[in-house]
Each structure stands twice: as C-alpha cells, then as structure tokens.
C-alpha cells in the first residue's frame, strides 16, 4: 500500500512526522506493505 502525504507550504517538520512515523511502525513492527510518498507543490514561473 502506498501513502500520499501532501504537505502544504509552510508545514512544519513535527507536523509531517507524526504521519511518517506512525506508518513507519505499522511496516516494522505489524509487518504491513506500506510506502510513505511525501510532495508538495510549488508554482514556477
């Protein structure tokens, strides 16, 4: 399983963490298929 995390502009680090972690725990200590895939979005011109 995959997981989309979207971080906004202006997010702070502690924020994000606690998504990540906890997903983290789930694959090494209950032995789940997950994937943490972190973006954002910048505009460029």
Do not use: H, P, Q
């Not at 997903?23 to 910048?42: E, P, Q, S």
């Amino acid at each position: 399983m995959k997981v989309l995390l979207f971080l906004a502009k202006g997010f702070e680090t502690m924020e994000a963490s606690v998504f990540v972690d906890v997903m983290g725990w789930a694959r090494n200590d209950f032995g789940c298929d997950i994937n943490v895939v972190t973006c954002g979005l910048n505009n460029y011109t």
